[in-house]
């Protein structure tokens, strides 16, 4: 890749997820560190963070679900923040 390709690739949108203005990927991992720390930092932020993981998990496949049990638990635990009250007990079920 020479200097121009490379400078394309890191100032476009994510070429995992096509999340936009992140400069590329390492931008958007850069963003959900700095989402994470945000999460560590405040417990107010605590129902949301599997949320956040499981989010950004199934965006970014190709480093964070290697075996398909993983995506079953991503998946699985998206749903249950989204659809129910009962999140955390439905994950420690699955
Ligand atoms: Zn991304």
Redesign the pocket.
Known sequence: MNDRTKAQVTSGP?E????VA?EG?EG?QRLFDEILGREFGDYRYGRVHRLTVDTYSL??PEQYMRSGKSFVAHLTGMCAALETVEAMAINQAV
Do not use: E, F, L, S
């Open positions: 994510c995992a997820c096509g999340a992140v990927r958007c965006q970014h």
